[in-house]
């Protein structure tokens, strides 16, 4: 399957002051598949070094920083002779050998003419647990679950996905019912790769649920590998309240539904952890609509999300009838999903860091907001084609916004106060 990250790999590689990477991202979001065939693609010879099962190469990076002894080191381990101008280095699982992270900033300074990627599950974990982090001597790219239009390729329909990235609205329109049938099976399927692929082969729904259920299990046990004590059980609480938190009218974290009578404080390093493994996101909220949005952001009042819708309806125990055909019971989630679906596709697809709005004493919430370039844009996300929005038709009426967009699953079209955007589409913001 094709991912985007690999066109930005290939940018950073012809970089004139081309940098050590680091590759940051969940577990299981495809890192290190991704780095391994930008090896085969672009370059000659991979040297590959996992930290996680070489004890041998963790004491290599415990020595001094030597990176000629280094590279011996790495050529001995894998049985590649590297060179800088045809070879890849790759140090996966970084996080375990924590002055290896150290050692970029000398490949940086004393070794820049060899390609250098690192990855780790992990890492913002290490980092801040103690671990020297080289500030300002390494790229960074961020990894996440399959958008949906990756999604869309991946199964096999590129010519969908080509006409999303023309902006070819009267073409989407012809093939609505498309769209709208791969991202319900979206909804239910989710992003993860293993997943996805799995459905490409097998085209079975049950086969998708049973290993969405073995990631989360995965997910679940590095929280005791790598926590302990009151802030597992902490981390534990936070990570189950996600779905109910999200399936509230009002989405914001409530840390009295996590456990009754908890406050902020007592969460704080378990959310912090669950944000530094990459398997949560958080959107705060701001209290103004004005540039930047950045410098009205509350600390105290953000909604929490999870990596990928997919896992989401996993967690929440929801069949795929109830995605795909729709009934009474999944009509309160519905919003939830398509919220979750939305911060996804922004994170992965798009620029820009959503926030969302709301106004003290006032029912008018904005679901999401971004700061494009000049401007200050409100999203509305509605689950279905009930286009109702008084809060949104409301916020634009009293702060006259150049730009608005509602997304749902009705057609493109531009109105004289907003745009209405496509769900399938919303990459397009």
Request: charged letters at 30%.
């Amino acid at each position: 399957m094709e991912r985007y990250a690999m066109r930005l790999l290939e940018a950073w590689k012809e970089k004139e002051n081309r940098k050590p990477l680091i590759l940051k991202g969940a577990r299981q979001v495809g890192k290190t598949w991704l780095m391994k065939e930008f090896g085969k693609r672009c370059f000659a010879k991979t040297a590959y070094i996992n930290f996680d099962n070489s004890q041998r190469m963790q004491r290599v990076f415990e020595g001094d920083y030597d990176i000629e002894r280094i590279l011996l080191a790495i050529q001995i381990e894998t049985g590649i002779t590297v060179t800088p101008e045809d070879t890849l280095i790759i140090l996966d699982e970084i996080q375990e050998a924590p002055r290896a992270i150290a050692a970029l900033k000398y490949f940086c300074e004393n070794a820049p003419g060899y390609a250098v990627i690192a990855a780790g599950s992990l890492l913002g974990v290490a980092i801040h647990q103690g671990v020297s982090f080289p500030v300002g001597k390494v790229d960074t790219l961020e990894l996440y679950p399959l958008s949906y239009r990756e999604f869309l390729e991946a199964v096999g329909e590129r010519e969908l996905s080509e006409e999303i990235r023309k902006k070819d609205y009267v073409v989407m329109t012809d093939f609505r019912d498309k769209y709208i049938e791969w991202l319900k099976r979206y909804y239910y399927i989710g992003g993860m790769p293993e997943v996805v692929y799995n459905f490409t082969l097998h085209k079975d729904f049950n086969e998708v649920r049973q290993i969405q259920n073995t990631i989360i299990e995965l997910y679940e046990s590095d929280f005791g590998k790598h926590s302990g004590g009151t802030e597992l059980s902490r981390i534990r609480m936070v990570w189950n309240s996600i779905p109910m938190q999200l399936a509230k009218e009002n989405k914001k974290f409530f840390f009295g539904k996590v456990k009754e009578g908890a406050r902020a404080k007592d969460f704080e390093i378990a959310i912090e952890w669950l944000l530094d493994c990459g398997l949560i996101k958080k959107v705060h909220k701001v209290n103004k609509p004005a540039m930047p949005l950045k410098a009205y952001m509350e600390f105290s009042a953000f909604k929490l999300f999870l990596l990928d819708v997919g896992l989401l309806g996993a967690m929440s125990e929801l069949d795929v009838v109830s995605i795909l055909e729709g009934n009474q019971i999944f009509i309160e989630f519905k919003g939830a999903m398509t919220e979750q679906y939305v911060l996804q596709q922004l994170v992965s697809d798009t620029e820009y860091t959503p926030y969302y709005f709301s106004e003290p004493k006032s029912a008018c919430e904005i679901d999401f907001i971004v700061q494009k370039r000049g401007a200050i844009v409100p999203v509305e996300v509605k689950a279905e084609e009930n286009l109702r929005a008084k809060s949104f038709k409301a916020y634009c009426g009293r702060y006259k916004p150049d730009y608005a967009v509602r997304t749902s699953m009705s057609n493109y079209r531009e109105q004289d106060w907003m745009i209405n955007l496509p769900l399938y589409a919303i990459c397009n913001l």
